[in-house]
């Protein structure tokens, strides 16, 4: 499975950005879709996660009310809409693919798409 993560930015504070992630490959191995973020010399922290066949998993405390979690299986493609944006948002968001049951931690993951940065000034 292959992942390509899009849609990082610079936005101001309480403002909105929509990340894309596409997968290709094995799509059928998938069970489980995860975001993730790392923000400089911090450790990669668990953000949201979706069944691939459906039905939002969980998310993040910090994130809970603000971000959304989606997939469009026709497009092979799961977003993370993020509203609200805060200066403490800012970071590498990952987006993970995983053939497992549980889903919040990275080493639960497979496949991992490039990262791309999200910039959150004050």
């Known amino acids: 499975v292959q992942l390509q993560a899009s849609g990082g930015g610079l936005v101001q504070a309480g403002g909105s950005l929509r990340l894309s992630c596409a997968a290709s490959?094995?799509?059928?191995?998938?069970?489980?879709m995860g975001w993730f973020r790392q923000a400089p010399g911090k450790e990669r922290e668990f953000v949201a996660a979706i069944r691939w066949s459906g039905g939002t998993l969980s998310y993040a405390d910090s994130v809970k009310g603000r971000f959304t979690i989606s997939r469009d299986n026709a497009k092979n493609t799961v977003y993370l809409q993020m509203n609200s944006l805060k200066p403490e948002d800012t970071a590498v968001y990952y987006c993970?693919?995983?053939?497992?049951?549980?889903?919040?931690?990275?080493?639960?993951?497979?496949?991992w798409g490039q990262g791309t940065l999200v910039t959150v000034s004050s």
């Open positions: 993970a693919g995983s053939r497992y049951y549980n889903y919040r931690l990275p080493g639960e993951y497979d496949n």
């Open positions: 490959g094995r799509t059928f191995s998938i069970y489980n």
